[in-house]
T-cell receptor
Framework: DTGVSQNPRHKITKRGQNVTFRCDPI?????LYWYRQTLGQGPEFLTY????????KSRLLSDRFSAERPKGSFSTLEIQRTEQGDSAMYLC??????????????FGPGTRLTVL | AQSVTQPDIHITVSEGASLELRCNYS??????LFWYVQSPGQGLQLLLK??????LVQGIKGFEAEFKRSQSSFNLRKPSVHWSDAAEYFC????????FGTGTSLTVIP
């Protein structure tokens, strides 16, 4: 068990460009979550998957954001036409479907996005 | 909706002193509550969690937390702080997703 991994760790892009982040969850976990964390704030929920199904999306997830988990393993988060307000740390977490809301989520190190 | 409030944005303690980080939750039923720690360059790490049962919960790194329904609180404590405890601490409650507090930044003075 190598934990949750995220790539890249840092991404600098120019406004208007598209970016894609990858998350590899703990192998036996069937739930995968994306969060966004801005400076001085706690992480905010964006979306989550159970296997390959995207079950919930936050209103924070505008139509420029899209997330996929095509085979129920790794996930990608794409931001199109990036804006400076998208600059943040993007966190991925995974959990097993055992007890529902009591499941512990295990977090990756995050991808820090800077939009110039 | 579920939520947690961390009243203290920043706390400074001396190494070896005791620590208490405050967390208040807002939820009608018994909530699920967690404390996570985030160190610079590190991912969020679970310290402890409470679902039901014994209201005093022991966690890793010598941390403990006490669930008090009468005060709607889940405060994190450590009897003797180490310099390596300097980090950001988040109180979390959950439904289908995690709801994070705004965090408390801990500085440890040698």
């Amino acid at each position: 068990d190598t934990g949750v991994s995220q790539n890249p760790r840092h991404k600098i892009t120019k406004r208007g460009q598209n970016v894609t982040f990858r998350c590899d969850p703990i192998s036996e976990h069937n739930r995968l979550y994306w969060y966004r964390q801005t400076l001085g704030q706690g992480p905010e929920f964006l979306t989550y998957f159970q296997n390959e199904a995207q079950l919930e999306k936050s209103r924070l997830l505008s139509d420029r954001f899209s997330a996929e988990r095509p085979k129920g393993s790794f996930s990608t988060l794409e931001i199109q036409r990036t804006e400076q307000g998208d600059s943040a740390m993007y966190l991925c977490a995974s959990s097993s479907l055992a007890g529902g809301p009591s499941d512990t989520q295990y977090f990756g190190p995050g991808t820090r996005l800077t939009v110039l | 909706a579920q939520s947690v409030t961390q009243p203290d944005i920043h706390i400074t303690v001396s190494e070896g002193a005791s620590l208490e980080l405050r967390c208040n939750y807002s939820y009608g039923a018994t909530p699920y509550l967690f404390w996570y720690v985030q160190s610079p360059g590190q991912g969020l790490q679970l310290l402890l969690k409470y679902f039901s049962g014994d209201t005093l919960v022991q966690g890793i790194k010598g941390f403990e937390a006490e669930f008090k329904r009468s005060q709607s609180s889940f405060n994190l404590r450590k009897p003797s702080v180490h310099w390596s405890d300097a980090a950001e601490y988040f109180c979390v409650t959950t439904g289908n997703q995690f709801y994070f507090g705004t965090g408390t930044s801990l500085t440890v003075i040698p």
